[in-house]
């Protein structure tokens, strides 16, 4: 049993980790012409809309607070220490989670029912949207019957996480926690290392750097380039060079 | 002054005769690939008419290109705030069935079906279910169709028309429409450029073509938004938006592009502009009724030795300021002050430009009355019974024999402005003056000198624009120029990791992961 729990619990995320970053990185560097959303929206865009919004911001939400619970467990605890702010916490959450579930619900549905949305459909991408919408459906099962799941995220699987992090794994907390919980954990992991074989990926490609770009991007293929009679110019360039080295590595 | 060059076009829409041979020379070379069956590069569309895709000229829906605001402009429909939080549904993304579903036919079906009662036919099948369809659009679909009610009279460029002028113009005996060929603009200032968030649209610097990296590209579909001219398309397949290249590869092989090469009209021209990057910004954001003159004043004179000098300080090689003085669309745009940009209310600063059309040629049949009226000096008895008539001198006196209201070519062509069309028109109808007389001689010098006169053009002009557009071979229609590998990093790969690698085409075969 013991041997059991460190393999999945221990080796296993190490491997989907070291898959993830490795793959992830294999997949960037040397085929980037596959990474993309892959949007659908261009076959099918009206029922498109509100799954597709509903489910993205709410797992982006979700995402955001396992990650700060994660990195800052004291803060949640201290959050959670007064019942009111524990409650809205709590509602805040869950309805996170059941709007990713419904729109994810929504997504698959439109898709089953679209035969130009079928027809540009992967085996993979049903792996995956099936993983996502059992991981959600969970992680909102846990909400609803483990409560209080913000405080002992905090108090439990924090410091496990660290622990992994840290290279000196301790899982007796792990083992203690409800099957559900467990398989939520391992749910994860299994969709971290499908992230460099499936359309996952572009959830790692935000194009943030948009934000601090100039809005236009003149690339010269001379190495020499013109020389920049303006500011925009110099930036422009600059912008190559780095498209450049991203592209030569 | 930051001079830098830019590989321009010109299309002589009097010349096109609609034959759809570039768009086809386009789809064989490029697009004849799954997920890019409905993408036309090139197409050419009947004008008043719908375009391809349905109205695309109609930013309300499609909410491509820069708007005003205040002093500076801003992406319409996309930009970072707008962009980033459309990422998830692009609210103004045009989708399939505003193109059309790309079908073939089961032609295997002829030779294959078994013997039976009837003939066998050859269904048309969707290429992207595989399943039977019925045809309800195609890229050409409204070809000649102008005048009817689907087609002409959705038409965005007709708002500016009152009714009885709109009447007039699909009345079926006065019934006049030209053809529209269009491929991406390359702008200089790029609205598919700005508006993507994975920065994978750039501007080449040396000669300006626009393209799409397609490794970086990440779907996010902006582009296609952006795009006035609904000249990216999404490729449903790859889940990557492709452009028009300019055909980078001929052009840098000292080649035309195909569409350019296999035009039957003669109609395209490409040549190199020199242009000041500098007054981009302010060209852009100039008030709509400037916009024209200023884009075609940011365009320099590359026998001016000052605009030489300052190309050479920026780095515009020798050659390029060569073929850019033998450019045929510095001529047609700026010598001869022939082309208009098409829609530069866009602000987009398109690099294709157009000499509108002057045909159909002002001429009626109809039938001799028997009365003996005076007769215009160049209209013709056709027979006993009827009388040909080609009062070209009434063009501008009369706007009734206009065919192309006035108004809507210049909605197309000039933000509005119809003295600015007009003047193209003057200068096309002075040079046939000018070879009429050369050719028949049955025009009185007086009515020559002053049609030259209001064109401004002298006889030495009105020459040179008959040979560019009539008589011009092939290596003066198309000014390429060199590409200087020599001291480039190969199409922005360093040529070591591509050494051994030959021709075009995917290092991975274009599938879904
Ligand atoms: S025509 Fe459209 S795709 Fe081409 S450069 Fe202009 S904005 Fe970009
Ligand atoms: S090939 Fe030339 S003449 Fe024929 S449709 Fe195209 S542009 Fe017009």
């Keep these: 049993m013991n041997a059991l729990y460190d393999l999945l619990f221990i080796a296993f995320p190490y491997v989907a980790a070291v898959v993830f970053v490795l793959a992830g990185l294999a997949r960037w560097r040397t085929v980037g012409y596959t990474v993309s959303s892959m949007s659908s929206q261009f076959l099918e865009s009206d029922r498109l809309h509100p799954a597709s919004l509903l489910f993205h911001w709410s797992l982006l939400a979700l995402f955001l607070g396992h990650a700060f619970a994660f990195g800052f467990p004291d803060a949640v605890l201290a959050l959670n220490s007064q019942p009111v702010r524990l409650i809205v916490h709590e509602v805040v959450g869950f309805s996170f989670g059941l709007g990713a579930l419904l729109g994810l619900a929504g997504l698959l549905l439109r898709r089953a029912s679209d035969p130009r949305l079928r027809a540009v459909t992967t085996p993979m991408d049903l792996v995956v949207e099936l993983l996502l919408l059992v991981q959600i459906a969970l992680g909102c099962w846990i909400a609803l019957g483990y409560r209080w799941g913000s405080s002992w995220f905090a108090a439990d699987l924090s410091p496990y996480l660290w622990s992994l992090l840290s290279g000196e794994p301790r899982i007796e907390a792990v083992k203690e926690l409800p099957l559900v919980i467990q398989l939520h954990i391992l749910g994860a992991f299994v969709l971290l290392a499908l992230v460099p074989f499936s359309r996952l990926i572009h959830a790692f490609v935000p194009p943030l750097h948009y934000l601090a770009r100039p809005y236009q991007l003149v690339l010269w293929s001379r190495a020499s380039g013109s020389p920049a009679a303006t500011p925009q110019a110099a930036k422009a360039r600059n912008g190559l060079r780095r498209l450049q080295s991203a592209k030569k590595v | ?513």
Excluded at chain 2, 111 to 121: H, K, L, R, S, V
Excluded at chain 2, 289 to 309: F, Y
Aim: with cysteine; net charge neutral; proline share 6%.
């Design chain 2, 1 to 513: 002054m930051d001079v830098r060059a830019q590989v321009s076009m010109v299309f002589h829409l009097d010349k096109c005769i609609g034959c759809h041979t570039c768009s086809i020379a386009c789809k064989n070379i490029w697009t004849d690939r799954k997920g890019a069956e409905y993408m036309w590069w090139n197409n050419v569309e009947t004008k008043p008419g719908t375009g391809f895709p349905r109205r695309w000229e109609d930013q309300a829906i499609y909410r491509g290109g820069w708007e005003k605001d205040g002093d500076t402009i801003v992406l319409k429909g996309a930009g970072k705030a707008k962009g980033l939080l459309n990422l998830f549904h692009n609210p103004a993304l045009p989708v399939l069935d505003d193109y059309y579903e790309p079908y073939t036919y089961q032609y295997l079906n002829l030779i294959e079906a078994p013997a039976g009662e009837d003939q066998p036919t050859a269904r048309p099948v969707s290429l992207i279910t595989g399943r039977p369809m019925d045809i309800k659009m195609g890229p050409n679909w409204d070809d000649d169709l102008s005048g009817t009610p689907d087609y002409a009279r959705q038409d965005p460029n007709l708002a500016d028309l009152s009714l009885s002028e709109r009447e007039a113009l699909f009345t079926i005996e006065r019934l006049a429409f030209f053809y529209l060929p269009r491929i991406c603009n390359h702008c200089l200032n790029p609205a598919c450029v700005a508006s993507c968030p994975s920065g994978a649209l750039y501007k080449r610097g040396e000669d300006g073509i626009v393209l799409i990296n397609q490794d970086v590209c990440r779907a996010w579909r902006m582009c296609v938004t952006a795009c006035p001219y609904k000249k990216t398309y999404f490729n449903w397949s790859t889940g990557k938006s492709e452009k028009c290249i300019l055909c980078y590869p001929r052009l840098e092989a000292g080649l035309a592009p195909a569409c350019m090469h296999s035009c039957v009209g003669r109609i395209r021209y490409l040549g190199v502009l020199l242009y000041d990057a500098e007054q981009l910004h302010a060209a852009a954001s100039a008030p709509e009724a400037e916009l024209v003159a200023r884009q075609l004043d940011l365009i320099l004179d590359p026998d001016d030795p000052a605009v030489a000098a300052a190309a050479r300080a920026s780095g515009v090689p020798e050659s390029t300021l060569e073929a850019a003085r033998r450019s045929p669309v510095y001529a047609f745009v700026k010598r001869f002050g022939l082309a208009l940009p098409l829609h530069a209310e866009f602000r987009t600063l398109p690099m294709l430009f157009y000499v509108p059309p002057l045909s159909p040629v002002m001429a009626s049949l109809r039938a001799g009355d028997g009365e003996d009226r005076p007769r215009h000096a160049v209209a013709k008895r056709w027979d006993e019974a009827g009388l040909y008539d080609t009062r070209m001198e009434e063009l501008f006196a009369d706007g009734a024999c206009s065919r192309l209201s006035l108004r809507y070519l210049a909605r197309l062509f000039a933000v509005g402005d119809e003295a600015a069309v007009a003047m193209r028109l003057r200068r096309l109808l002075a040079v046939r003056l000018y070879r009429r007389q050369q050719t028949v001689g049955d025009l009185d010098a007086a009515r020559l000198s002053a049609a030259l006169d209001a064109a401004g053009y002298t006889a030495e002009t009105a020459e040179a624009v008959y040979r560019l557009t009539a008589l011009a071979k092939f290596d003066e229609r198309f000014v390429v120029p060199p590409a200087h590998r020599e001291t480039a990093i190969e199409a922005l790969e360093a040529t070591d990791e591509r050494k051994g690698a030959a021709g075009f085409g995917f290092n991975r075969a274009p599938r879904r992961p």
